[in-house]
């Protein structure tokens, strides 16, 4: 049976066998058809019920449920984040850390697990919440800009994707993930440096030309994981892969979302510095 992978990593560690749908006939993949051709016998309620049962495969439907349900937990405990960041920081970054190993463990795991998935939203949104309230304390309103803003460039690619003015190759998944870990590192590198030094790593954090420079390429590279992702759930869909996937289409589209959103509040308060 024929199977896909993807070039995102996200993506690649589990590949699905293609899936038949039972023929309008009822006959076929799933279906019944009597030994030696023939006209077929009427077939049993015990057969018929079998045939809806199959399962189906996966559908655009299936990927912006499960995207919207994994974005509400995320925004559930944003607020969450949001409201206690100013009395316990610690709260967010320690829910970082914790994203961030889950991220590597879902990413990495030929077995799909849901119940992870939703786990590593939960943590993100109190993640994502406590430092928008970093961001929203220091520069009144950079919180809605950002989101606008990376709504502004998930409806470009997408765009750009469906008009096949940008397609996933080997080399931009290389490209966007090695920045990805790239940017991973420097935040880490950063977070140490401030803790034993109390100072920073200029280019991620100065309002400098370089600084400015740097946030602007970042965002570009981070943009170009929804063509990934694109791509990934397009190739899924026509290759009928089970329904359960979209709880991986859900997590990869999670993870671009807040790699922009974080990219953009970065960007603009280089800017508004």
Do not use: C
Request: glycine share 10%.
């Amino acid at each position: 049976m024929a199977e896909m992978r993807s070039s995102n990593p996200v993506f690649s560690r589990r590949g699905f066998a293609g899936w038949s749908a039972p023929s309008s006939s009822g006959y076929g993949p799933g279906g019944y058809a009597p030994p030696g051709g023939g006209v077929p016998p009427t077939p049993t309620p015990e057969q018929l019920a079998g045939l809806y049962r199959a399962p189906s495969g996966l559908t655009v439907d299936d990927v912006v449920v499960h995207t919207l349900g994994l974005f509400a937990v995320m925004a559930v405990t944003g607020a969450v984040g949001w409201a206690i960041a100013p009395t316990t920081p610690a709260v967010g970054f320690t829910a970082m850390f914790a994203a961030l190993a889950l991220s590597l463990v879902i990413s990495f795991s030929r077995r799909l697990r849901p119940a992870l998935i939703v786990l590593f939203a939960a943590l993100e949104g109190l993640f994502v919440g406590a430092v928008s309230r970093f961001y929203e304390d220091a520069f009144h309103g950079i919180v809605l800009q950002a989101l606008l803003g990376t709504a502004v460039v998930f409806v470009a690619m997408l765009v750009a994707y469906r008009s096949r003015r940008l397609r996933a190759t080997e080399r931009m998944a290389r490209v966007v993930y090695g920045s990805l870990l790239g940017v991973v590192m420097l935040g880490l590198t950063d977070l140490v440096v401030r803790a034993v030094s109390g100072s920073h790593l200029p280019i991620i954090n100065d309002a400098s030309p370089l600084g400015i420079l740097f946030s602007l390429a970042v965002l570009v590279v981070a943009s170009l994981q929804f063509i990934l992702d694109f791509d990934y759930i397009e190739r899924a869909i026509a290759a009928g892969a089970p329904r359960a996937e979209a709880w991986r289409a859900g997590f990869g589209l999670l993870v671009g979302f807040v790699w922009v959103y974080l990219e953009m509040l970065r960007l603009l308060s280089k800017l508004r510095g």
